[in-house]
């Protein structure tokens, strides 16, 4: 709320106020001003301080002051116009005694400057009713009285754009015969005293005005008639506005009075306080909405326009508008001996934020979504709030923020909108933006390879990841023989078969996202002791031979050669033509000794060993080698 008046454009103007300004503008040009010059103060310039320049000008020029900080006080006794090149870095410094600017004569305008560390900015001599004062772009700020003092004017006096804060009084001393002026666009605060007081003038204007933080009155209309206060932001003073003595006939009204100790002041002393107007402000959350110190001037002031135009807004006002018309069905009493026949239901100079959610938004579950609502603007310029609900489910997942940004997580895919309410401290807005979530596969991981033994039990360990921590998995192993299994990560498996198989490990969640791994199996046939031709060394065979070659697997304490299966026995690539159990090499073991046909071996002239292999009575491949020497057929 505190930048809402800053840019606010001046509008609904009355012809009152429109005649008032075009006075005070005409009013202020000189007659017959001569050709004027410009004189230029700073480092390396013609004059090196502020008042030689002034000194050496002649009415109607303008001494332009360069950017540094010159520790002078000034008298002004020509109609010239003093400028600096910028507020900021173009500051005149009292050293903290005696007035820093001193005007004694009409038609002066000062500009673009910081008056500071005086004990009075700006004064005029007590009876010098100096008039077509003009003050612009300026700082007047921290000196330890007033910041301008003037205790008569001779009206016609602009102020505008200026800072006038942290004065050890007034930020403006009572300025009376403070007619046919405007003060506008200020910001005024800080201050010991009021901010703007003015007094027994007419026909005057403060509008636009930011007057905040003063210790006494915002704005003090003492003794002022036919005065316009408009367009106002005032708040966090003691007294918001405060009309005293004879104040009358004075229009107050577009304002916004918040957060003051008390927001309408109402004080005549002696005098009789009347019929000022006062409507269409918004008068919010102070100690006390009107404080006055006679109350039966009360009565005498004008707290509506009328219907249908209304009267003030109120914000402890507790009626209702059953007709919707936006004026409360009861009037809003004040102290119980007056009151706004008209109440607002609503503030007037406030108009609602507008939120804009931007988007579409899309991301994949388990990644963060930035949302923006930096789109957003308010039409009177004040600072936002801003909270979400992501899933629109009418529940506020955040609380309020002065961040238009804010981080979501979604841990399943969503389709929907998230919606976003900005609020300027008075009326609330909302949007939503489209959010589109995709789901996002599982990454899986089945595991290292493993080299095992035909017939051992086969661990396996897989693992997998989903960011989408909402999802419900399937999870299948193919172990490549095909034989497969579901609904576990640890399963063990048996391979019977010699050889390399590629296992699969496939995870699908409940959005048919698929992710996948693979490891490879190695495995060996059970190792065996074979003994060919036993009793035999070297284990000679002539390939050339009509005759049979003897073959024993040996039962060892690893290896029953019982369990054998004769039939899937192979040797050198032949099949027996009979087999026994016998103790062949006399361990009172039992082998079994298996005969092939010689002419049926796969061996060559060159082969140095054979293997025998088969299978063991649950399918599962063994194999052992010996030594062979090949010899040829005798003569």
């Known amino acids: 709320m505190v930048n809402r008046m800053k840019e606010k454009a001046i509008q609904g103007l009355t012809l009152g106020t429109i005649l008032i300004m075009v006075f005070v503008v005409f009013a202020g040009i000189p007659m017959n001003v001569s050709a004027a010059s410009t004189l230029h103060v700073g480092s390396g310039q013609t004059y090196s301080t502020i008042q030689s320049a002034i000194d050496a000008a002649d009415s109607g020029d303008t001494i332009y002051v360069h950017a540094g900080t010159y520790y ?30 001193y005007v004694t004569t009409h038609y002066v305008t000062i500009g673009g400057l910081k008056i500071t560390n005086g004990e009075n900015g700006i004064e005029m001599p007590p009876s010098g009713y100096i008039s077509h004062f003009t003050i612009q772009d300026t700082i007047i700020d921290s000196n330890s009285l007033y910041g301008i ?95 005293g003595y004879v104040a009358s006939y004075n229009t107050i009204k577009n304002n916004i009075i918040y957060n003051n100790i008390h927001g309408l002041g109402i004080e005549s002393g002696t005098g009789h306080v009347n019929g000022n107007n006062i409507y269409h402000n918004d008068i919010i959350d102070n100690d006390n909405q009107v404080w006055n110190g006679y109350t039966h001037h009360l009565n005498d002031q004008n707290w509506d326009n009328g219907y249908p135009s209304g009267g003030n807004y109120w914000s402890d006002y507790t009626g209702t508008d059953t007709n919707a018309d936006g004026i409360g069905d009861i009037p809003y009493w004040i102290y119980g001996v007056t009151k706004d026949n008209y109440p607002l239901m609503r503030p007037w100079n406030n108009q609602p934020p507008v939120a804009d959610a931007n988007g579409p938004y899309e991301a994949y579950e388990g990644s963060s979504i930035n949302f923006d609502a930096s789109g957003s603007s308010d039409p009177n310029n004040d600072d936002l709030q801003y909270r979400w609900d992501f899933n629109n489910d009418a529940t506020w997942d955040t609380d309020w923020s002065d961040s238009p940004y804010a981080d979501y997580t979604w841990y399943d895919d969503y389709s929907g909108t998230v919606v976003v309410e900005v609020s300027d401290g008075m009326e609330t807005d909302t949007a939503e933006g489209t959010v589109t979530v995709n789901n996002a596969a599982p990454v899986v991981n089945a595991g290292l390879d493993q080299t095992v033994t035909a017939g051992d039990p086969v661990s396996f360990s897989g693992s997998f990841s989903d960011p989408g921590t909402g999802d419900t998995h399937e999870k299948e192993w193919d172990f490549g023989d095909e034989a497969t299994t579901t609904n576990t990560l640890t399963p063990t498996h048996v391979y019977h078969n010699k ?28 190792p065996v002791t074979i003994d060919i031709k036993p009793g035999s060394d070297p284990n000679s065979i002539n390939l050339k031979s009509e005759g049979k070659v003897p073959v024993a697997v040996l039962t060892t304490d690893d290896f029953y050669a019982s369990d054998i299966d004769p039939e ?33 071996l796969d061996l060559d002239k060159d082969s140095t060993e054979a293997t025998l292999g088969g299978k063991i009575e649950d399918g599962s491949d063994f194999e052992g080698t010996d030594s062979v020497n090949i010899v040829p057929k005798k003569k």
């Open 72 to 101: 002078e006080h000034l008298t002004i006794s020509k109609s010239i116009t003093l400028e600096g090149v910028d507020r900021e870095t173009t500051i005149i410094d009292g050293s903290g005694s005696g007035s820093v600017v």
């Open 568 to 600: 899937t026995v192979k040797f050198a690539g032949a099949s027996p033509v009979k087999w026994a159990m016998e103790d062949v090499d006399d361990d009172n073991d039992k082998d079994m000794l298996f005969h092939f046909n010689t002419h049926d």
């Open 149 to 243: 003092y003037e205790v008569h004017t001779g009206g016609y006096w602009l102020i505008e754009n200026c800072i006038i804060s942290n004065n050890g009084l007034n930020g403006l001393r009572k300025l009376h015969q403070f007619h046919y002026s405007t003060i506008q666009n200020c910001e005024v605060f800080g201050n010991g005293g009021s901010g703007l007081s003015t007094g027994w003038g007419h026909n005057t204007l403060l509008t636009n005005n930011i007057v905040h933080d003063n210790a006494g009155s915002g704005i003090y209309l003492d003794s002022m008639t036919n005065t316009i206060v408009e367009n106002n932001e005032v708040y966090n003073n003691n007294i918001g506005i405060h009309m």
């Open 499 to 526: 050889g390399d198989y590629t296992v699969t490990l496939t995870v699908t969640d409940d959005d048919d996202g698929e992710g996948a791994d693979t490891l490879t199996i190695t495995v060996n046939p059970i």
